[in-house]
């Protein structure tokens, strides 16, 4: 009986075996890219990325074209905006982004509700439609997370410098500029790719939050990528389970699965940070002195 629950609503149901595909993609994805938005602090701007879309695909919808598209064009005028205002002004990034975060997603919603035969696909915009999954949309979800993968996989060194040290990047020979608007552009690919399937509103849960909790656990690149990208997986698995025996909004569900996890792996990994802190002031002064002791004659070796 139980059984029956877990699996019959993706093999009874064509639907839901195409939102589970494409969700599981969607989570590779934005595991992948969302350990460097998490690495590098870009969540502010991945959010502004995933607002950004908005009118572009307003737009499209208005000119028959394919949402897509727009989304695409929508978060490449987000991008270059924020490099127009930060080049001729002394307002800082973050404002830059907030400024138009706040513009494009007022711009979007006017567009929509200008047009009477659109304004009800708003929410669909907003929120997606993975219920709706259709064949091409999982090609075009494949083929995205392949090239994110590959550029990521090719990118990995210059992009965990430009995560922890731009300036050792560029030492390096990685041009921190370059990389990190390839990093963007990875962003700015998840977000376009994703938005049909979890919306543009959700797609910023889906890069946050797994990545997030992988964060917690892990400290190796690799590692939190794949265990992001599970955590994303088991998060989309979840959340259609709970949507569909509760007739819940599936993407709201999905990444409300993926929130739920992570801050019940942040109440199980405090304790036993605390507990490791513990132990490390029970041992005294002494063993800090032998620690410091160690790490100053590896420093001498080296």
Do not use: K, W
Not at 182 to 207: D, H, K, P, Q
Request: aromatic share 6%.
């Amino acid at each position: 009986m139980i059984l029956d629950a877990l699996i019959a609503p993706f093999t009874a149901n064509g639907f839901m075996a195409n939102a589970l595909a494409a969700g599981f993609l969607v989570a590779v994805a934005c595991g992948i890219v969302g350990t460097f938005v998490v690495l590098r602090g870009l969540a502010f701007i991945g959010d502004a990325l995933a607002h950004g879309v908005l009118p572009g695909v307003a737009v499209a919808m208005l000119l028959g074209v394919p949402g897509m598209i727009g989304a695409a064009v929508g978060a490449a005028a987000m991008i270059a905006g924020i490099g127009f205002i930060t080049r001729r002004s002394r307002l800082s990034g973050d404002t830059a982004i907030g400024l138009l975060l706040v513009g494009m997603l007022a711009l979007g919603v006017a567009i929509v509700s200008r047009s009477g035969a659109f304004a009800g696909d708003l929410v669909r915009i907003l929120f997606g439609e993975i219920l709706g999954v259709t064949g091409r949309d999982l090609l075009a979800q494949l083929v995205a997370t392949a090239v994110i993968a590959a550029v990521a996989y090719t990118c990995r060194r210059p992009f965990l410098l430009l995560c922890y040290d731009p300036e050792q990047a560029d030492t390096s020979g990685y041009s921190s500029r370059l990389f990190h608007g390839i990093m963007l552009a990875l962003v700015a690919l998840s977000v376009v790719v994703s938005f049909r399937t979890v919306g543009t509103l959700l797609v910023f849960g889906m890069l946050i939050a797994p990545a997030a909790t992988a964060a917690l656990f892990s400290r190796r690149l690799g590692t939190m990528i794949a265990l992001a990208s599970v955590l994303g997986g088991a998060s989309v698995y979840a959340g259609l389970l709970l949507s569909y025996h509760a007739n819940l909004a599936a993407g709201a569900s999905i990444t409300l699965v993926a929130t739920v996890i992570f801050l019940a792996a942040l109440v199980v990994r405090r304790p036993a940070g605390m507990a490791h802190a513990r132990r490390s002031a029970g041992r005294g002064p002494t063993a800090s002195a032998a620690a410091r002791s160690s790490r100053a004659r590896q420093g001498a070796t080296t």
